[in-house]
């Protein structure tokens, strides 16, 4: 894996990382040389391949996946950090609240609609609680686009009810919708 860094083609480097993923378990002897060397690929697209692979082989191992959302929230793709994101939370088990590192990771997104697509995941899952809710809801701040943010206000509205936790997250983010369209949606 020192070596890896040498290789000047990004997509041979994620080649490389992908086949150990299938070999051998990213552990904590083997995690700090894996993400050093995966930090050298800069292609957002080879990134996304890399941390899909370590996130399908982490199997509940939470130390690993949060490695792999860390190195995911360094790219500078949209596209491919929220469609990163989607995969996780599509995959990750639904008794369990996604992690910190999730929503971490979530708010290095700038554009409205792959934010809200991220973040929907969350809400899509279903078993989120309202706490977690209004983790998303914080994160939802750097959505700018009314109609984004109106689309994940819906769809947390039609899927969990507005306890005394979520409440006030619901209304301080439904607060920033100014479309009139927009506001009769929430």
């Known amino acids: 894996l020192q070596s890896a860094k040498e290789i000047g083609s990004d997509f041979e480097v994620a080649g490389l990382l992908i086949e150990i993923t299938e ?10 040389a894996f993400f050093d060397a995966l930090a050298s690929v800069s292609s957002d697209f080879e ?4 941390v899909s692979a370590v996130a399908r ?13 860390d190195a995911a929230a360094g790219m500078r793709s949209d596209f491919e950090l929220a469609s990163f994101l989607a995969e996780v939370s599509a995959s990750y088990p639904g008794d369990r609240p996604l992690p910190p590192s999730f929503l971490t990771a979530a708010a290095t997104i700038n554009s409205g609609f792959e ?5 929907s995941g969350v809400v899509t ?13 914080e994160a939802a701040g750097g959505i700018t686009s009314d109609f984004e943010l109106a ?7 039609q899927r969990y009810p507005l306890d005394d936790v979520l409440r006030p997250a619901y209304f301080a983010a439904a607060g920033r919708v100014r479309g009139a369209a927009e506001r009769s949606r929430r």
């Open 23 to 32: 070999v051998h378990a990213i552990d904590a002897t083997l995690a700090p």
């Open 125 to 137: 899952r279903g078993g989120a609680t309202s706490a977690q809710l209004a983790s998303v809801l």
């Open 151 to 157: 689309e994940l206000l819906v769809m947390i509205a």
């Open 115 to 119: 934010l809200r697509r991220a973040l």
């Open 57 to 69: 082989q982490a199997k509940g191992d939470q130390a690993v996946l949060d490695r792999a959302l």
């Open 47 to 50: 990134r996304h391949r890399v």
